[in-house]
């Protein structure tokens, strides 16, 4: 049995039309089902934003050591 082909302009319009919609996938895994299928997450700049954040208001509500 055939493998589905999974082509460029299948790829580029799903992914045009996350973008369009404010989703920026993180990862993109290729089914063997010819599905693709995307991964939302914040990015690792953002989660370390987010930490420094968190860790600022612990030590603001608890004080620094």
Avoid: V
Avoid at 12 to 37: E, H, M, V, W, Y
Avoid at 49 to 64: N, P, S
Wanted: net charge negative.
């Amino acid at each position: 049995m055939r493998r589905p082909t999974i082509r460029k302009t299948d790829i580029d319009a799903a992914t045009a039309s996350l973008l369009a919609r404010g989703l920026k996938p993180t990862a993109i895994d290729f089914l063997p089902s010819g599905g693709i299928r995307f991964h939302f997450g914040a990015s690792a700049k953002q989660a370390d934003e987010d930490l420094d954040r968190e860790l600022a208001e612990f030590e603001a509500q608890h004080g620094a050591s």
